[in-house]
């Protein structure tokens, strides 16, 4: 019983003179498919928008609780779902895996997609901005309602934008490089990038999941980034000291990037590729 409540999966009615009930859902049935058509009454979603957000942010948001009843159907009620969203909006899909999680202790993951289309609200920017903030306070709210399974909800996101490369163009030929443009031609990065921009163009070329966990320290007075504890760590600090090579090296991850121009010389990259050699083989290094 105490699991059943736990999960869940008995309703015990608004007053203590309800009797409590079990709660089945069809997906969980072999005999019975769920009904094609059913009604939700549109105005429960806006009264969650106010209450959650205190206004109304978001004209005709989306019910969460028809997003989440739909996502159990359609997944077969699968813990470890990803659901996808094209159409972000003010991020109901995302509250409604939330709630999910929060009821029964899954680990669904979601991806929502919105471009930044402009808004008339002297709080947020964009639709995208609306949603984050939605995200934040949908977090707490489901944490607070998962009781014993609080401590196991992950409710954390990553937001990430879709931009141009931060390697900079430098194929040209000898004939169209003008002299003075020759110091632009030697930095293979853009300046502008940051080193989380840097490293993010180099998980996806590695193909590692946008998702992992991302730890920064400082090593030798060097900013450090490690991926997935030790999957991939970076340093793309513009002076590459033997003793961050070194410690990066001790921790054997399975792969190091450092930035092409933070060796002073090609004998200084080359020393840091033979101590990798000898101190952490198995390692994948690269130079960007």
């Not at 489901?142 to 990430?160: C, Y």
């Not at 933070?262 to 994948?284: C, H, K, L, M, V």
């Amino acid at each position: 019983m105490d699991r059943r409540i736990t999960a869940g999966q008995i309703w015990f009615g608004q007053y203590e003179t309800a009797i409590p009930r079990g709660i089945s859902f069809l997906d969980e049935t072999s005999e019975q498919v769920a009904i094609s058509v059913f009604e939700q009454d549109r105005k429960a979603a806006s009264t969650d928008m106010r209450n959650l957000m205190g206004e109304i942010v978001f004209e005709s948001p989306k019910d969460r609780r028809v997003l989440a009843r739909w996502i159990r159907l359609v997944t077969e009620a699968a813990k470890d779902a990803i659901i996808l969203d094209f159409f972000a909006g003010s991020g109901s899909t995302a509250h409604a895996v939330m709630d999910l999680n929060s009821t029964d202790g899954g680990h669904r993951r979601y991806i929502l997609i919105q471009l930044d289309e402009p808004v008339d609200h002297p709080q947020y920017d964009t639709i995208a901005s609306m949603a984050r903030e939605r995200l934040r306070r949908a977090g707490v709210q489901a944490r607070q309602s998962a009781g014993l399974l609080s401590a196991e909800l992950d409710v954390g996101f990553r937001s990430l934008q879709v931009a141009t490369t931060n390697m900079a163009d430098t194929l040209v030929t000898a004939d169209d490089l003008e002299q003075l443009a020759l110091p632009d031609a030697v930095a293979s990065v853009k300046p502008d990038g940051t080193d989380e921009d840097l490293l993010f163009q180099v998980m996806l070329d590695w193909g590692l999941d946008l998702a992992e966990p991302l730890a920064v320290e400082e090593v030798a007075d060097r900013r450090i980034l490690s991926v997935a504890d030790g999957s991939l760590v970076a340093c793309f600090s513009g002076e590459v000291t033997e003793a961050v090579v070194k410690e990066i090296a001790s921790r054997q991850p399975l792969r190091a990037v450092f930035l092409d121009a933070g060796f002073a010389s090609d004998a200084a990259r080359i020393n840091a590729e033979q101590i990798f050699r000898e101190e952490s083989p198995e390692t994948e290094v690269r130079a960007i």
